[in-house]
């Protein structure tokens, strides 16, 4: 009988252990950094993507020496990984350089869910603005809006005239001068916006809204006067159709109990403030073939080839990133030229990254694909992927195209090589490791990065306890059978 007792717990403990063994450990929180070579007016952003996940947890991200920070966005991806969707929550927070020049992002850990996760750090290289040299002073705040009064209700666009699918966005905000003589409280908000919202909601157009999460004023100067403005509502619309936007009057109403100098009144007034109508052009789009069917906005391509150079029937990931300004959620993968039979193109997963930053959504929508070559030869990418845009700056259609290579067969390929190529339809710039290859053992050992671990800390302390575990149950056995 405490045979059997024991049997059956030795089982279950030796089920277990290998249930904790066989566990997988792709799904880990990770942390995401932007781009660290960029122009001053670009954010750098660094966020941590933590998967299958409903909850967002508070993240104390860290500060970086010249860089101030912007505030936090949060989001979701969606990938689609062997025909399934996963959903993955992502937050993001934004930082803005001072100035031009280099700085150093000090390596740094943050806690998620009680999780410690690491990153390396980088070093981040701030360029000069091509269009503006000179910095912009951070610390003025001047709206351009025409007051209507010491305290009025405005509703504005970001812009006068759009093309169909451009962004617009549009901000509604109280203004109320410091020198107002009375005091005004809001009343009932929630309920008046939503009325307000059925009104000044553009129809037909895809919404990406601006969280606001608390009614608090901002010192802005109005003509060489200084206001408090108190933002309640603000959101960047994409037209679908080239019908204008008409948006109607609406009003706000608040309480006046008291001037602030002088006796109280009797009785708390109502004040109704009422903003003025707003009217924004909409274009249609130069006649295309496309026309209608491509994506609107301010585009770049980010290309990674996960190595250089295969063998034939060996497979290698090719990352096709489209960042910049626009509806980001929508962006459709690249074009697929020449469908041969000497390469095969696997279906790509896609993954998207938004941030709203001032007025403007931007962000960065991933296409990552199988390739596997089936013949040798040189493979230049620009024979097989585009991908086609409306530029709304300079009224034109674009493309932007590959400019890598992959060596199909020949020598053997250098293992953990990876190549990044920021590119645009302007122009390239390429980084390479410079190694030979060779038939040497050591060849290439120079471009090889020592520091990168081949197992995580986490599955290494799994598999130590789940042996411990294994050598407790001999024990016990052994123990068992001495007596």
């Known amino acids: 009988m405490l045979f059997e007792v024991f049997r059956k717990f030795f089982v279950l403990y030796f089920y277990s252990a290998i249930v904790l063994f ?9 942390i995401e950094v932007s781009q660290t070579d960029f122009p001053i007016e670009r954010p750098f952003t660094i966020s941590v993507i933590i998967p299958n996940s409903e909850t967002r947890p508070a993240i104390n991200f860290p500060d970086i020496v010249g860089f101030t920070k912007k505030g936090i966005v949060t989001s979701t991806t969606s990938t689609e990984i062997n025909e399934k969707n996963v959903i993955s929550q992502v937050i993001t927070q934004s930082y803005q350089a001072r100035g031009p020049g280099s700085y150093r992002l000090q390596p740094f850990s943050l806690v998620v869910d009680g999780e410690t996760i690491y990153s390396e750090g980088a070093t981040l290289v701030v360029r000069s603005s091509a269009s503006n040299s000179s910095m912009p002073n951070l610390a003025q705040n001047t709206v351009n809006v025409v007051p209507e009064g010491s305290a009025f209700l405005s509703l504005r666009a970001s812009k006068s005239a759009i093309y169909t699918g451009e962004s617009v966005a549009l901000t509604l905000s109280f203004f109320v001068a410091d020198n107002y003589p009375y005091v005004l409280n809001f009343t009932a ?143 459709p993968a690249p ?90 339809t302007t122009g390239s710039r390429e980084i390479t490791p410079e190694a030979s290859v060779g038939k040497s053992l050591y060849a290439g050992i120079e471009a090889m990065d020592s520091t990168r671990q081949s197992i995580s800390i986490s599955s290494l302390v799994r598999a130590v306890a789940n042996v411990l575990i294994v050598i407790m149950l001999l024990g016990m056995i052994f123990v068992f059978f001495r007596k």
């Open 189 to 331: 908000l929630d309920k008046q916006l939503q009325a307000i919202l059925k009104k000044i909601r553009p129809v037909n157009s895809w919404e990406e809204n601006i969280a606001i999460n608390e009614l608090k004023p901002t010192a802005v100067t109005i003509g060489g006067k200084k206001f408090r403005e108190f933002r309640i509502y603000q959101s960047v619309f994409f037209p679908l159709s080239n019908q204008t936007l008409q948006l109607p009057a609406v009003s706000l109403q608040l309480i006046r109990p008291r001037p602030i100098i002088g006796p109280p009144s009797a009785q708390a007034e109502k004040v109704l403030f009422t903003s003025k109508p707003l009217v924004i052009a909409v274009k249609p789009l130069p006649a295309h073939a496309l026309r209608g069917r491509v994506p609107v906005g301010l585009f770049r391509l980010e290309e990674v080839l996960e190595r250089p150079r295969i063998g034939i029937g060996q497979s290698v990931r090719y990352t096709f990133t489209v960042a910049g300004e626009g509806n980001i959620a929508t962006l």
């Open 22 to 30: 066989g566990q997988s450990t792709d799904n880990v929180t990770s």
């Open 335 to 424: 074009t697929i030229l020449n469908e041969r039979t000497d390469m095969d193109v696997f279906p790509p997963e896609e993954r998207h990254l938004l941030s709203h930053i001032s007025n403007q959504v931007r962000g960065r929508k991933s296409f990552t694909y199988f390739i596997v070559p089936h013949q040798h030869g040189s493979i230049t990418l620009t024979n097989y992927f585009q991908w086609i845009y409306f530029n709304p700056q300079t009224a034109r259609y674009d493309t932007l195209r590959p400019h890598l290579q992959l060596q199909a067969g020949g020598r053997s390929p250098l293992a953990a090589t990876n190549t990044t190529v920021p590119t645009a």
